[in-house]
């Protein structure tokens, strides 16, 4: 008996991709963990070494002048350093919940389809709610294959 599934070579390219995808995103979630727990001891250190700062003339007068050159960026970069183990997990939740959602779309079911798009949207609206609206054009991959896959739904029942 032949199990054979015949799959069109998109499916095949997106399904490889999306696997490769969801590997790197594992590895990212758990960068972002680490990355996040090594910042937060390092801010410790220096916040015990900086007590007594704010009393150098000039000192408050310089952190606005910093905070006018880069226009909000500093505040966004510490609420993405702030929230980097909880972005961390959520990336690597949402990578599994997607890798789940690959496979049955792999194995031709349309089932699938929810979960690979639940696992795709999840980490971009964390993001949003964590960090505040920042847009990156690599918020378009997952855009992408969500609107692929779509396109590839009628080859699955």
């Known amino acids: 008996m032949n199990n054979f599934i015949k799959r069109s070579r998109l499916i095949v390219i997106i399904g490889i991709v999306g696997f490769i995808d969801v590997a790197f995103s594992i590895i990212s979630g758990v960068f972002?963990?680490?990355t996040g727990i090594e910042f937060l001891n390092i801010a410790?250190?220096?916040i015990n070494q900086s007590n007594g700062l704010d009393k150098v003339d000039g000192f408050e007068k310089a952190v606005n002048n910093l905070n006018n050159a880069f226009g909000g960026q500093?505040?966004?970069?510490n609420?993405?350093?702030e929230n980097s183990i909880i972005?961390?997990?959520i990336v690597i939740v949402s990578a599994l919940i997607s890798f789940v959602g690959l496979m049955w779309m792999w194995n031709l079911r349309k089932k699938g389809f929810l979960?690979?798009?639940l696992g795709q949207l999840v980490p971009i609206a964390s993001f949003l709610?964590?960090?505040g609206f920042s847009f990156s054009y690599l918020w378009l991959l997952p855009i992408i294959f969500i609107l692929l896959w779509a396109y590839n739904l009628k080859y699955m029942s």
């Open 32 to 34: 972002k963990i680490f």
């Open 44 to 46: 410790e250190a220096n």
């Open 74 to 77: 500093l505040v966004f970069a």
């Open 79 to 81: 609420k993405l350093v």
């Open 87 to 89: 972005l961390g997990v």
């Open 115 to 117: 979960y690979f798009v």
């Open 129 to 131: 709610i964590f960090v």
